[in-house]
């Protein structure tokens, strides 16, 4: 079951290869939502220059939407 509560990035850093939903910080007392992953202990580059605050895992693709797709292959 995946946890739907923020994490602190000062508590865990998610496992290597999770796709995740970050709080980044900007320094100007404003967080934003970025969707990333997280490989070889690392943020997605995208998020160089910004402080990571707290994260959470992506729920999974509902298996009807997973099905959909496959069929469209």
């Not at 490989?39 to 990571?52: A, I, P, R, S």
Request: glycine share 6%.
């Amino acid at each position: 079951m995946i946890d739907m509560d923020w994490t602190s990035v000062k508590d865990k850093l998610p496992e290597d290869g999770l796709y995740l939903v970050v709080l980044k910080d900007l320094d100007m007392n404003v967080g934003f939502v970025e969707m990333c992953d997280f490989h070889d202990g690392k943020w997605d580059y995208l998020l160089d220059g910004y402080e990571v605050t707290h994260w959470m895992e992506l729920p999974k693709v509902p298996e009807e939407t997973k099905a959909q797709y496959e069929e469209a292959l």
